[in-house]
Every structure is written in structure tokens, then in C-alpha cells.
């Protein structure tokens, strides 16, 4: 099929090389001509596991294409958006500007059986609201929200664990339907669950997966809260109560919590919808489970302080990672890069070293100082601190060998990532999050 994507971010770029890769005609559009630029050369703007190799692919087998002129869309029989859903300025609400804007671009292009296919995170109702304009240009709305893990979204488009449409009634959205799963004809061969619903429901499935999966993670810092003051290990409770089918280990490791440019922002963006709607006091909980996010980055600042005698000020302390979590480049809301610039704030020396990150965190923080070489950036520190859980840092940094190069025996593990006892055995100083 021809495919239209608008919207070349993260997503958009993400799902066009995809559908590329699976054999549709696909013509990607952004109004950013240096996005456009890169993309059509084959160059990635950010770092996505395997995007580089498909986009390269598809560009060479002339399936993929890059332009900003949206006209390229006409003749398209599905077009996808994929722009940004970010979170209002001075508000929690999610801004809509950008979707708008995709659609009344696209509109004029649109021919009479076309499908509109959102992917877009939005607020429940949006769908609704759209659908009027597309459906007075002859084109059927879908909501078809996307399910990608940043570090494994080529995997989660082309493989996806379930796939969802939400179509108006009757023949209009029967025929969609139909289209959609051509459109993912080697996930629906394979078996994959393939749900049709409503507008709205499709729009709470993501927001509320997003929402459920943002308080797993802060029960259990949560219970890093009551495990530090009780000497109790937050790690081996963890450990303990995901044995249970019904809770499962996933999702509840204890450290510095989440961030990134989804959860934050669109759990916030749900409370937000929820009081417009009159049920703000059914997802309050939520507010908890941002404080609670927030909360443990104070809490990991805390720990470096304690650790170097109460005062950071004039220490060496190198900051292991900077992307919000491994896999990734993106920085955005990063509790890394927040839990460097702390201390940096606090009088430390800081330094921060990440595989892939390093030149989006020195964008937005230039006053840190930033070396790309692991050991090189741990040398003469006075403490380390884990905040992003590379291999590199994780399982390849070597006590024995850290300690050959740093002054201090001080090692903050934001992750619980590391064997604790591997390090004390080493002659260092072990703080975890919610350990004793």
C-alpha cells in the first residue's frame, strides 16, 4: 500500500522506515527542513536501536521517502499522524496544537476512501472532535495509538505485542478496519491481537497503560520510602512479591523513577482531561505518582550528600549516564541529567559520561562538563553515581577497576543496578535506593 506518515519525530520516523520495512510505499512529511534533510540521506536524528539499518534500507529500495510538502500525501491510502503531543505551557493539559495542525494540512489532500490514522497520545474526546473535518473530506478517522518502548521501537511497530484501532460505527469503520489490517498484514498473520473499539476507548488504552505503568513503578519507590527508614531491601521485596502472577517483577525496580517524553507528560495530561470531565478525583492518585517520581531524585541527591560527609561542594563526582533510560538518546525530562544538574547546583564538580547522549544533554545543561570515555570520566572522582543503566556501567564497570582510577570509594546506585556486595568486597562505600 502507500503509506503517508506527518510527523517525523520519534514516532513518526520510527513507524514510516517500519512500514518501509515491510514492504509498503511510504513518504514521511515534517515541516522541519534539517529533520527532512537527515532522514532522506538515511541519517537517524536520534538514536533508535536498528532504525538507521531499515531507514537506509528503505530509502535504497526507493520504498521510503522524505519531504516537507505535504501535497506528497495525495494518492496515499492511509495516512498516519505521528506528530507531538506536548505537555501546555504553564498547564498540565497535553497541546494539541500540532495535531491540529496535521490534520488541516492534510485535509485538502485527502481523496474520497482514505483513512486518517492517528498514533498521536492524545486526550480522550480528541478523536471525536476531529473526525467531522475528516469525514467532510471524504476520509475515514481511526485512532490507532502507538505502544513503542524507546530503545526497542523498531522491534514494538513491526512486531508489536497487540495492535489497536478504535473506528466509527457501521461499514465506514468496518472498511477501516479491513485497511489497518492490511496495512499490519505480518503482525495479523502471526496472530497478533488485533482490538476494534471506539474513539475513546482506543485514546484511554494508551493513556491509561501509560498511567499504570508510571504508579507500578512508584508503589515501588514508594516502598524504597518505608524500606530506608525500616533497614528493610527494597531489591528482595521486589523480588519476593513479583513472584506473584498477579504483580509480576516487571516494572518494579526501585531507583530514581521515570522520565523520558511519554509517561511524565501524558499521566499528567490525563489528570488534566479527567478534571475537564467532571472525574478529576478518579485518577488523583496520580498527582501521588508523580510526587512520589519526583520525590526520588531528591532522594538520590540526598544519598551523594550523606555520602561525601554532608556536602558536595568541590567534589569530583561523575554522573554515569544522562538519557532517561539506556537504549536512548533522549533526554528530555531525564532524572539523570536532573540529578546532575543538582548537584551541580550544590557546589559539586561534575562530571557526566553516557554512550549516546552526551551532545542532546549538553544542549539543553552546557554548564556540566561532559566526557564520553567511561573510565576517562570516572578518573579522580570522589564518588560515582549510576543513574542510567547502561551495560557499560552496569555489568562492565568492574569494581576492581574503578578503583584504580577514582580518589574516592563512593558509589550512589540510582538504579540498584550493581552487585552490592561486589563493590563492598572492593573496599567501597555502597548507597542503593531503598537498601540497607
Not at 505485542?161 to 477501516?176: F, H, I, N, S, T
Not at 479491513?178 to 473499539?197: C, D, Q, S, W
Not at 533526554?331 to 544538574?341: C, E, I, K
Not at 568492574?398 to 552487585?419: H, I, K, M
Request: hydrophobic share 45%; charged share 25%; proline share 4%.
Amino acid at each position: 500500500m502507500r503509506l503517508s506518515v506527518i510527523g517525523c519525530g520519534y514516532l513518526g520516523a520510527v513507524h514510516a522506515a517500519a512500514m518501509a520495512s515491510i514492504g509498503h510505499e511510504v513518504v514521511g512529511i515534517d515541516v522541519d527542513p534539517a529533520k527532512i534533510e537527515a532522514l532522506s540521506k538515511g541519517e537517524a536524528p536520534f538514536f533508535e536501536p536498528g532504525l538507521q539499518e531499515i531507514l537506509i534500507e528503505g530509502i535504497s529500495s526507493g520504498r521510503l521517502s522524505f519531504t516537507t510538502d505535504v501535497s506528497a500525501a495525495a494518492g496515499a491510502a492511509v495516512h498516519f499522524i505521528g506528530v507531538g503531543t506536548p505537555q501546555e505551557a504553564g498547564g498540565y493539559a497535553a497541546d494539541l496544537t500540532y495535531v491540529n495542525a496535521a490534520i488541516d494540512a492534510l485535509l485538502p489532500h485527502l481523496s474520497d476512501g482514505d483513512v486518517v490514522a492517528g498514533k498521536s497520545t492524545v486526550p480522550v474526546g480528541t478523536a471525536a472532535e476531529l473526525a467531522p473535518r475528516v469525514t467532510a473530506a471524504g476520509a475515514t478517522l481511526v485512532w490507532n495509538p502507538e505502544f513503542l518502548r524507546e530503545g526497542w521501537a523498531v522491534q514494538d511497530t513491526i512486531d508489536p505485542d497487540r495492535l489497536v484501532a478504535g473506528v466509527p460505527a457501521g461499514a465506514e469503520g468496518e472498511r477501516a478496519t479491513e485497511i489497518l489490517r492490511e496495512v499490519y498484514h505480518p503482525a495479523v498473520a502471526k496472530g497478533t491481537p488485533f482490538i476494534v473499539t471506539d474513539y475513546a476507548t482506543a485514546e484511554l488504552v494508551k493513556v491509561s497503560a501509560n498511567a499504570f505503568l508510571a504508579t507500578k513503578i512508584s508503589f515501588i519507590n514508594a516502598m524504597a520510602e518505608i524500606a530506608e527508614v525500616t533497614g528493610a531491601d527494597v531489591t528482595q521485596l521486589a523480588d519476593a512479591i513479583g513472584h506473584d502472577a498477579r504483580i509480576g517483577r516487571r516494572f518494579l525496580g526501585a531507583g530514581i523513577g521515570f522520565g523520558g517524553g511519554c509517561l511524565p507528560k501524558d499521566i499528567r495530561a490525563f489528570a488534566a482531561r479527567a478534571e475537564e470531565l467532571g472525574r478529576g478525583e478518579s485518577v488523583s492518585f496520580l498527582r501521588e505518582v508523580d510526587a512520589i517520581n519526583l520525590r526520588r531524585r531528591d532522594r538520590a541527591v540526598q544519598l551523594v550528600i550523606d555520602a561525601l560527609g554532608g556536602s558536595v561542594v568541590d567534589k569530583n563526582v561523575t554522573v554515569l549516564g544522562a538519557a532517561f533510560k539506556p537504549f536512548s538518546d533522549d533526554v528530555r525530562d531525564s532524572p539523570a541529567l536532573d540529578v546532575a544538574v543538582r548537584l551541580y547546583g550544590l557546589g559539586a564538580k561534575v562530571v557526566v559520561t553516557d554512550p549516546q547522549a552526551i551532545e542532546n544533554a549538553r544542549r539543553v545543561h552546557p554548564q556540566l562538563d561532559y566526557i564520553t570515555d567511561r573510565d576517562e570520566a570516572i578518573r579522580d572522582a570522589d564518588a560515582i553515581v549510576l543513574v542510567t543503566e547502561w551495560d557499560e556501567y552496569r555489568r562492565e564497570l568492574a569494581p576492581e577497576l574503578a578503583s584504580a582510577l577514582t580518589s574516592g570509594r563512593v558509589v550512589v546506585d540510582g538504579r540498584n543496578g550493581l552487585d552490592a556486595a561486589a563493590w563492598r568486597a572492593a573496599g567501597w562505600s555502597y548507597y542503593g535506593m531503598g537498601r540497607p
